[in-house]
């Protein structure tokens, strides 16, 4: 393990049992600072990121990879309104989540407490930067941070920005740490670092996700790519489909809860599909379709099996026909990633239906994928989103970021 690494993950430790104690006045009071140091820190950052910016274009970066890469006036404020919800949140640090007395009259509870030194190992989104560290602050963890190459320099900046902050505010600076080095031997160095890292949180493509689920020997929470569908249903208000796919499918391309696959019932196709197809046009939104949708518009291209199960990140849209609620539902539980999946319907029976039997962390029902966010969901941020179903599923906010301890009151019981 190299030298670096390991001086990280001593000094992250050492953090992580100074933030267990911290109180959450000076928590929420440090969280406001840092929320205000970056907005004023704006400049520095935008300029930084415009070095990433100029190195992705320069690899043939993805239009959509490109936009998660961006940092904006208005995304830098985004980013301090998510720590200045956080710190408006209830700690959960120290809640007694139950308390019950024994027959030999010991008393027996649960309390939240910090995970420890959580790790995260992220691709081309510096806002994650400021995410994890405003989540992970609030729980009383350290966080170790190993952001790729793409963003170097905008992680470089942000975490500047924070530690400046930290030592203004006289709280241990490595509650938060970059790993600077981008090497992917030195990723699966840290993916290793049992005695200094208490979990491991992928967020990226699948590539990355694989990896560290493959190489880690530190517990991982997995956070999935987003092969998310909208099902548009017989009888349904074809209005709404139209905005709510249109929505999904192209207000950001490049996020795991962009639409990526519609299903049709047959019934509804012949009028849903020319208006949307028209819609779509606007985005230029290349569709890749089955035999029965083909025969209701020109231009769209045959779909294959693997485009069923891409997640495209692009201005592409599969689109599969079915002829009812159960075909619907079997393909998506095929071809999904368990993230997001949404039915537009009129129908309450389907709506319930829907909602029991598709398996994904977040199930909508006349509304946009593009919902499931931590900041949407009131979470402030949200460090990923699980799409496992041990400890975390979903949008994973403050308490996802807590284990439990038991604690035990006695008088002088001894068992016999």
Same mark, same amino acid.
């Given at each position: 393990?190299?030298?670096?690494?390991?001086?990280?993950?001593?000094?992250?430790?050492?953090?992580?049992?100074?933030?267990?104690?911290?109180?959450?006045?000076?928590?929420?009071?440090?969280? @406001?600072?840092?929320?205000?140091?970056? $907005?004023?820190?704006?400049?520095?950052?935008?300029?930084?990121?415009?070095?990433?910016?100029?190195?992705? @274009?320069?690899?043939?970066?993805?239009? =959509?990879?490109?936009?998660?890469?961006?940092?904006?006036?208005?995304?830098?404020?985004?980013m301090a309104e998510g720590l200045l919800q956080i710190a408006d949140l209830d700690d959960p640090i120290g809640e007694i989540l139950s308390m019950k007395k024994r027959p030999n009259?010991?008393?027996? !509870? @649960?309390? @939240? /407490?910090?995970?420890?030194?959580?790790?995260?190992?992220?691709?081309?989104?510096?806002? /994650?930067?400021?995410?994890?560290?405003?989540?992970?602050?609030?729980? =009383?963890?350290?966080?170790?941070?190993?952001?790729?190459?793409?963003?170097?320099?905008?992680?470089?900046?942000?975490?500047?920005? *924070?530690?400046?902050?930290?030592?203004?505010?006289?709280? +241990?600076?490595?509650?938060?740490?970059?790993?600077?080095?981008?090497?992917?031997?030195?990723?699966?160095?840290?993916?290793?670092?049992? =005695?200094?890292?208490?979990?491991? $949180?992928?967020?990226?493509?699948?590539?990355? *996700?694989?990896?560290?689920?493959?190489?880690?020997?530190?517990? /991982?929470?997995?956070?999935?790519? !987003?092969?998310?569908? *909208?099902?548009?249903?017989?009888?349904?208000?074809?209005?709404?489909?139209?905005?709510?796919?249109?929505?999904?499918?192209?207000?950001?391309?490049?996020?795991?809860?962009?639409?990526?696959?519609?299903?049709?019932?047959?019934?509804?196709?012949?009028?849903?599909?020319?208006?949307?197809?028209?819609?779509?046009?606007?985005?230029?939104?290349?569709?890749?379709?089955?035999?029965?949708?083909?025969?209701?518009?020109?231009?769209m291209l045959p779909a294959t099996e693997e485009d069923w199960g891409t997640e495209y990140l692009d201005y592409i849209l599969s689109i599969k026909t079915v002829s009812d609620i159960?075909?619907?539902?079997?393909?998506?539980?095929?071809?999904?990633?368990?993230?997001?999946?949404?039915?537009?319907?009129?129908?309450?029976?389907?709506?319930?239906? #829907?909602?029991?039997?598709?398996?994904?962390?977040? /199930?909508?029902? +006349?509304?946009?994928?593009?919902?499931?966010? =931590? #900041?949407e969901f009131g979470f402030g941020a949200e460090i990923g989103i699980s799409t496992q179903k041990l400890h975390a599923r979903g949008p994973m906010g403050l308490e996802a970021l807590?284990?439990?301890?038991?604690?035990?009151?006695?008088? !002088?019981?001894?068992?016999?």
């Amino acid at each position: 393990m190299k030298a670096q690494l390991l001086e990280i993950g001593n000094k992250a430790r050492e953090a992580a049992e100074y933030m267990a104690l911290l109180e959450t006045l000076k928590k929420n009071e440090v969280l @406001r600072q840092v929320a205000e140091n970056l $907005i004023k820190d704006h400049d520095i950052l935008i300029k930084e990121n415009a070095k990433d910016m100029e190195n992705g @274009r320069q690899n043939g970066m993805p239009e =959509g990879l490109l936009d998660r890469l961006l940092l904006t006036e208005k995304r830098i404020e985004q980013m301090a309104e998510g720590l200045l919800q956080i710190a408006d949140l209830d700690d959960p640090i120290g809640e007694i989540l139950s308390m019950k007395k024994r027959p030999n009259g010991l008393r027996i !509870g @649960r309390k @939240r /407490v910090p995970l420890g030194v959580v790790g995260i190992i992220y691709e081309a989104r510096p806002n /994650v930067t400021a995410d994890a560290f405003g989540l992970c602050f609030k729980t =009383g963890n350290a966080v170790i941070l190993k952001g790729g190459s793409d963003a170097l320099y905008s992680n470089m900046a942000i975490v500047e920005s *924070i530690q400046r902050t930290l030592k203004e505010c006289r709280v +241990n600076e490595n509650a938060i740490s970059l790993i600077t080095d981008t090497s992917r031997e030195t990723a699966t160095e840290f993916m290793k670092m049992n =005695g200094y890292v208490d979990v491991l $949180i992928p967020r990226g493509g699948a590539g990355l *996700i694989r990896a560290v689920v493959t190489n880690a020997t530190v517990p /991982v929470i997995e956070t999935g790519t !987003g092969n998310c569908h *909208i099902y548009v249903d017989e009888g349904a208000d074809l209005d709404m489909a139209v905005d709510i796919i249109y929505n999904a499918k192209t207000q950001r391309i490049g996020v795991c809860n962009a639409c990526e696959s519609l299903v049709v019932h047959e019934k509804v196709k012949a009028e849903l599909l020319p208006r949307l197809v028209s819609r779509l046009k606007e985005k230029n939104v290349e569709l890749r379709a089955d035999e029965a949708s083909r025969s209701i518009c020109d231009g769209m291209l045959p779909a294959t099996e693997e485009d069923w199960g891409t997640e495209y990140l692009d201005y592409i849209l599969s689109i599969k026909t079915v002829s009812d609620i159960n075909e619907a539902i079997a393909h998506i539980n095929r071809y999904n990633t368990g993230h997001s999946e949404a039915i537009i319907t009129r129908d309450y029976d389907h709506a319930e239906q #829907f909602l029991d039997e598709v398996d994904a962390a977040a /199930v909508y029902v +006349n509304a946009s994928t593009r919902f499931t966010d =931590g #900041f949407e969901f009131g979470f402030g941020a949200e460090i990923g989103i699980s799409t496992q179903k041990l400890h975390a599923r979903g949008p994973m906010g403050l308490e996802a970021l807590t284990s439990t301890k038991y604690i035990i009151y006695g008088n !002088g019981q001894i068992r016999p």
